[in-house]
């Protein structure tokens, strides 16, 4: 029922007969919304003072429930400032890991964490980052400060850092799904958006996830600019890279054309998913999605296991391996998709970003 709901949210127009349904949500929105307004304006005057880190701290963020691409776009950054020898540490508040009495998902060699402690993203990162420290927890100066006190680092990065404004940033990076936009424009919980539009203000740059064709974005981007008219627009998108299994099992792209697949996610956007699997010449047999950030059963292994009958492999995504790996699947192989961000303007991009160095 829970995902029924956020679909029905997800949509950019709803008939009539739903939004009948959804008042009593506008109700609770308002409060929710004022609260929000009026946590903003108390750190806009400094009544809220933000703490300011001795380094560059670039903010990756959205301001809309669900999956815009915030884990990818974090190791894509990562990955690219180190390349351009500018090494980074990710902060991270661990959404829905149990916590541990250390905030240290990796120490860029080791991951010292499992997924259940740190959360699906930090662990998701630090199994794909080698050499970039990641650390868990809410209060994000001090996990900062102990990163620039133990590792040669030049700056940090928030993962899902838009409304943690407890922590000055040098840079506001904040992701669109181009798909999705802000639904229609509700705050919680009868929308998505997590902030009145006009909090798009504080964003230094913007970036549109999920791009196939940038043309196609134009009706979106002539909005945020009569938004926040100062604020560059860059666009991304996924490419798939193959399969690849939690023992580390890899099946290149070029074996994919023509197999069967189960695809199966507990993510916030499915549709997507089952497009980049399409897109890489798979057969999708079934689709079963989960809520996101689901925890997978013994239940629902049994569902799955009985809906692959048909297919080659079952796929999901890398979050949810994690979770589905550890349940011991054997027939068909479980695997994972391998997706890489890429921006489309990567240079002018990266310009920007190297702006706060």
């Not at 949210?9 to 506008?26: A, G, M, N, S």
């Not at 307004?37 to 701290?57: A, G, M």
């Not at 916030?268 to 925890?295: Q, T, W």
């Not at 809906?307 to 790996?325: F, H, P, R």
């Amino acid at each position: 029922m829970s995902w029924r709901i956020d679909k029905i949210l997800y949509q950019k127009e709803k008939p009539f007969w739903v939004q009948v349904l959804l008042f009593p949500l506008t109700l609770l929105s308002l409060p929710y919304e004022w609260g929000v307004r009026i946590r903003t304006i108390l750190y806009s005057i400094n009544l809220w003072k933000s703490k300011r880190l001795p380094c560059p701290v670039i903010s990756v963020g959205n301001i809309t429930v669900g999956g815009t691409g915030k884990t990818p776009l974090v190791i894509t950054l990562a990955k690219g400032l180190m390349s351009r020898g500018i090494p980074m540490a990710i902060l991270s508040r661990g959404y829905k890991g149990k916590g541990s009495s250390k905030p240290w998902v990796s120490d860029g060699k080791t991951v010292l964490l499992s997924p259940e402690e740190s959360g699906d993203e930090p662990f998701q990162m630090a199994k794909a980052l080698k050499g970039i420290p990641i650390l868990i927890g809410k209060d994000r100066f001090a996990n900062g400060q102990l990163a620039l006190q133990r590792f040669d680092i030049r700056g940090v990065l928030l993962d899902d850092g838009y409304q943690h404004l407890q922590l000055h940033r040098d840079l506001n990076i904040l992701l669109i799904d181009s798909e999705i936009g802000f639904g229609d424009h509700h705050v919680l919980p009868r929308g998505i958006l997590r902030e009145p539009l006009e909090h798009l203000h504080r964003a230094h740059l913007f970036l549109l996830t999920k791009v196939e064709d940038p043309e196609n974005c134009r009706p979106l981007e002539k909005m945020l600019r009569e938004i926040h008219p100062s604020s560059p627009v860059f666009h991304s998108h996924y490419e798939p890279q193959g399969l690849v299994g939690s023992d580390g099992e890899w099946v290149g792209l070029q074996a994919l054309k023509g197999k069967k697949a189960l695809a199966v996610s507990g993510i916030a956007n499915p549709a997507y998913f089952s497009l980049l699997l399409r897109k890489c010449g798979l057969e999708i047999v079934r689709e079963m999605f989960f809520p996101d950030h689901h925890r997978f059963t013994s239940k629902n292994l049994i569902a799955i296991e009985k809906e692959s009958k048909e297919a080659d492999w079952i796929v999901t995504t890398e979050k949810d391996i994690v979770k589905l790996g550890k349940m011991r699947i054997v027939h068909p192989p479980l695997l994972a998709l391998r997706i890489e961000m890429k921006i489309w303007e990567e240079e002018e991009f990266y310009k920007k970003i190297l702006e706060v160095f």
